[in-house]
């Protein structure tokens, strides 16, 4: 069994992203797969999909609200889980097979590089993978003074690549940023169409636009942005979010 896992709390995401994120992995996986949520608010998701309510974190505010919140699911017991489990942010769009992501290095912490720091040892933890209660420092001792850890290190995947310096990069190929690798370069990005490369797997939506204004070709952004923050529609998104 191969284990999904992601987490939505607040408003930021509806219950469409879980279940569109619920749909792409059935769609995307040729072996069984379960995939669990953790959340503080499961209206609207629909079946088919465990959900947990968020591992218990006191974080600092504002901090307790953004990526640091990822931290919880470090801890040791997480559920009933155990072994490798693959972590997908909400804002994704699965355009390839997800079964490689566990055979890939099996047992480490793999991870993205973070497509706007090469070669600096830090990954995005939009797609990690990780085996359960291999890393138990990597919850503990951030949770012993949170706040210090936020001031040395800004945000969490940050903190990880430190926690963890044997972390693995996917390949290059499979995990990719739409507005850091696809939206064409000023100012062909007002001329061409975002692409989807043949052998991408995920598609991170981080910061805005998200999926759906994306696919309609709109970035909200102020109007003195505009120059430089703008896309073409990309149907593709249309065809693999869903």
């Known amino acids: 069994m191969q284990t999904i896992i992601s987490m939505k709390w607040g408003t930021r995401y509806g219950p469409q992203y879980v279940n569109r994120l619920a749909s ?30 968020l591992p218990a974190a006191k974080i600092p505010p504002p901090h307790d609200v953004d990526g640091w919140r990822k931290i919880s699911i470090w801890r040791t017991p997480l559920t009933d889980l155990s072994g ?80 963890i310096p044997d972390q693995i990069f996917w390949p290059e190929a499979w995990c990719l940023s739409f507005k850091h690798t696809l939206v064409p370069r000023w100012p062909m990005n007002f ?25 309609i070709g709109h970035w909200p952004a102020p109007w003195h942005k505009k120059i430089y923050k703008h896309i073409r529609p990309a149907p593709w998104i249309a065809h693999h979010w869903r």
């Open 191 to 215: 001329l061409r169409r975002p692409p989807l490369p043949a052998n991408a797997r995920i598609i991170a939506f981080t910061g805005k636009p998200d999926p759906d204004e994306a696919a």
């Open 24 to 53: 792409m992995v059935r769609r995307q996986t040729s072996r069984p797969t379960r995939l669990l949520c953790f959340t503080d608010d499961a209206s609207g998701i629909e079946g088919g999909v465990d959900i947990h309510p």
């Open 84 to 163: 490798d489990v693959l972590f997908l942010d909400l804002d994704l769009v699965i355009t390839g097979s997800l079964d490689d992501f566990f055979d890939y290095h099996p047992g480490r912490y793999c991870v993205i590089e973070n497509w706007t720091q090469k070669g600096q040892h830090i990954g995005n933890t939009s797609v990690f993978r990780f085996p359960v209660g291999k890393y138990p420092h990597v919850h503990d001792d951030f949770f012993a003074d949170p706040a210090a850890t936020i001031k040395a290190h800004g945000i969490e995947q940050k903190y990880i690549s430190a926690a």
